[in-house]
């Protein structure tokens, strides 16, 4: 861990705030005419996912968490668990659903994705997806004639198993562009 003021943050680094870990999503340091300034940020907890907001004064001491980036490939689903492994070890990593996120639904067999370790600890504190995946679709409904007038969507099981809302002209067998953040889809590849 290191220690660091307001001025070493930046977009992604790990600070334990609180008695707990957390990523910065955005900050914005301000400075009010006569008052004090300020640095309001926006924080991932790395441990439940949830986004909170908060002020500390300009200058203050934070606590930087060093996090190693490792790349592994997912190989498949036993039970509750995801198995990924190391391309350079070969060693087998099991990683339970809640650490991979929402995100899983769109985690293909034999995809890359980052998992990100507490240096100090060894800890595993989540799992990054690619933000875009290409997945391809198994199954939709036919859409209605007369329903392009306006943006209809309908519903579509891609090959994963997730069910998303795509628009009228996709049909079977279409690959699909999908942001794994948000669970939406973006374009027909």
Known sequence: MA???????RTGIVLRYNNDLYQVVEFQH?????WR???RLKLKNLNNGKVIEDRVRAGSDI????IERRTMQFLY???DDFIFMNNETF??????????????????ENETADLVYDDEREVLLGVELPIFVS??????TTAVRGDTATNVTKAATLETGAVIQVPGFVNEGDVLKIDTRTGTYIERV
Do not use: W
Request: proline share 4%.
């Open 91 to 108: 060693d087998q990593v099991p990683v339970s659903e809640a650490a991979v996120g929402s995100g899983a639904q769109f985690l293909k």
């Open 3 to 9: 220690s660091g003021t307001t001025t070493d943050l």
């Open 135 to 140: 997945l391809a679709v198994t199954e939709t």
């Open 77 to 79: 689903r036993d039970g």
């Open 63 to 66: 606590e930087i968490v060093r």
């Open 37 to 39: 300034a300020f640095v």
């Open 30 to 34: 301000v400075a009010p005419g006569n």
